[in-house]
């Protein structure tokens, strides 16, 4: 059993930036990929960015160049730093973990509550 808290969210500027973080219980969190969602009013839940267990890092497009991804494992929380956030990136931002294979992330069933961020002037 997986626990998985996020914290971070609020409300921002359009141009700003917030740091997320998700912290999971268990001894495990080492050898699990990491993955943060988002999911925004009427849309369907979408993977942001990836940090595989060996620190390997995938984004979306739409986060590019503005989203770092960072693990630390002795903490066993996976952060996420937004700059320069639009007002698209307003959304539910869930974390979970996962596996890595071949390119593609595998999510578990293991979710946080999430954590809103709203971009506004």
């Known amino acids: 059993q997986v626990q998985l808290v996020e914290s971070g969210g609020g409300l921002v500027q359009p141009g700003g930036s917030l740091r997320l973080s998700c912290a999971a219980s268990g001894s495990t969190f080492s050898i699990y990929a990491m993955g943060w969602y988002r999911q925004a009013p009427g849309k369907e839940r979408e993977l942001v960015a990836v940090i595989t267990s060996s620190g390997g890092i995938n984004y979306a497009d739409s986060v590019k160049g503005r989203f770092t991804i960072s693990r630390d494992n002795a903490w066993n929380t996976v952060y996420l730093q937004m700059n320069s956030l639009k007002p698209e990136d307003t959304a539910v931002y869930y974390c979970?973990?996962?596996?890595?294979?071949?390119?593609?992330?595998?999510?578990?069933?293991?979710w946080g509550q999430g954590t809103q961020v709203t971009v506004s002037s």
């Open positions: 979970n973990t996962g596996n890595w294979y071949t390119g593609t992330y595998y999510p578990s069933d293991y």
